[in-house]
């Protein structure tokens, strides 16, 4: 539905979002003036663009695609790629800020901006030719085109490097066979990045045009979480991708994980901005609403559930301040990223429940954010690498043993 008027009278009707933001130990200071900016930029459009309609996008489960322009003004798609492709050319850090700030929104809106900069738009830069980054990057930085990525196969999950979809050379164009599954974005997607195997078992990436003869994505429905995100499939039948459209620079699972690192980063980040969103809700309820004759904060076990709740949003602050640091300083591998989206994606998910309690019976309506940040926490705990799968690789970094199989 993209039914203004629908839209114009949710907004008429909505609650005034009071979000503020936490900075317990002072974080602020070590950022740069252009980092708050962004930051603060990114909060001006949730609250004026997000917060009014989120609610009733999400019981609804509508994806708000007229954000997309918005979004593409505020250079949240593929930030920290150079200007010259239409891109800010920001630091590890602002894309992190920006992304923190859209999943206090919602998770489903950072999903969108998540998978159009780190995995589509940063694969097409990092591995794709000069011709190709002309082609789709300033489209992708601009919302002109909307972008998927698909590696997920409904075989192969957490196991990528036994997807079966496959290539086959015909001429001046590969020949591609497969289905995709958990796609983000993919039934209104322009282009798509496609990992699939040679004809040596070898990943290669691919940009596929979705209006290719041979290609279809059909809807998911039925999610009871990110439900303002639009979810499919991409099935391809004997499609014919011409050859200029293999990512040239890359061969093998280092492509696309490449990709997730950076794109875990920034759900790192986005979790941190789910919980920070919690904590608020649930620290004002708590001290506006009366049981027993006093505010329900006025209790310690709720003042345990949110002291508990502001160190863990403060250490995780911590940790992605560093990790942009390392990022920026090309230091940062591949399994800090993953300690970063786990411990914070599992800390979100512990402050909404918490929040959520602390809100009573109000807590599980759509008053208050919590419950929304929950449920779709729980896509954000599975999607970019499970939360038990972030854990194998944190062993298998400290061990030097494989766990995986
Ligand atoms: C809403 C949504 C959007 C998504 N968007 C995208 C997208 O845009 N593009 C894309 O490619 N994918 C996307 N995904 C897919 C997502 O990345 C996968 O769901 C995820 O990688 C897990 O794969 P799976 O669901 O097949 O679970 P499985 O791999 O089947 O895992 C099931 C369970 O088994 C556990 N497990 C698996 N292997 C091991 C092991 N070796 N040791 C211990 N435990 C193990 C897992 O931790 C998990 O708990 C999305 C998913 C969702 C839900």
């Known amino acids: ?63 708000p695609r007229h954000l997309i322009k918005g979004l593409a003004e505020l250079g949240a798609f593929g930030p920290s790629l150079p200007e010259k492709y239409g891109c800010a050319g920001t630091d590890e850090t602002t894309y992190g800020l920006m992304m923190q700030e859209l999943e206090r929104g919602d998770s489903g809106i950072r999903s969108a901006a998540s998978v159009q900069g780190s995995l589509v738009m940063y694969p097409i830069y990092r591995f794709g030719s000069e011709e190709q980054r002309m082609k789709y990057l300033p489209k992708l930085a601009a919302g002109e085109f909307i972008g998927c990525f698909g590696l ?45 195997k040679d004809e040596e078992g070898v990943i ?111 250490k995780a602050q911590l940790l992605l301040w560093r990790l942009g640091g390392l990022m920026d300083a090309g230091k940062a591998t591949p399994a800090q990223v993953s300690m970063a989206k786990r411990n914070n994606v599992a800390m979100a998910l512990d402050i909404a429940r918490e929040a959520r309690q602390i809100h009573g019976g109000m807590g599980i309506t759509n008053e208050y954010p919590c419950m929304r940040h929950m449920m779709n926490l729980e896509t954000v705990l599975t999607y970019e690498g499970t939360h038990d799968i972030h854990l194998l690789i944190t062993g298998m970094d400290v061990t030097g043993l494989n766990a995986f199989k």
């Not at 990528?160 to 020949?175: R, S, V, W």
Request: net charge negative; aromatic share 8%.
């Open 204 to 314: 290669r990436g691919l940009i596929v045009d979705m209006d290719t003869p041979g290609v279809s994505a059909p809807e998911i429905h039925g999610k009871l979480s990110l439900r303002a995100s639009i979810t499919g499939e991409l099935v391809f039948e004997d499609a014919r991708i011409p050859k200029a459209n293999l990512l040239p620079n890359v061969k093998g699972l280092k492509g696309p994980l490449s990709c997730l690192t950076k794109a875990r980063y920034g759900i790192a980040w986005g979790a941190l901005g789910a919980a920070m969103d919690c904590y608020e809700s649930a620290l004002r309820y708590s001290l506006e609403r009366e049981q027993f004759g006093k505010p329900i904060a006025g209790f310690q076990l709720t003042q345990k559930k949110l002291a508990e709740m502001i160190t863990e949003i403060t």
């Open 1 to 63: 539905m993209q039914n203004q008027e629908l839209l114009d009278s949710i907004k008429r009707s909505a609650k005034q979002d009071r979000f503020k933001g936490q900075d317990y130990y002072m974080i602020d200071d070590l950022l740069t003036d252009e980092q708050k900016i962004a930051r603060d930029a990114v909060r001006e459009f949730v609250r004026g663009e997000i917060s009014p309609i989120i609610e009733d996008c999400y019981e609804r489960a509508i994806y």
């Open 152 to 196: 997920t196969e409904p075989d192969h999950g957490s196991n990528p490097a036994g997807m079966i979809t496959n290539i086959k050379e015909d001429g001046d164009h590969y020949i591609l066979n497969g289905a995709k599954m958990w796609i983000t974005n993919s039934p209104i997607a322009d282009v798509a990045v496609v990992w699939a």
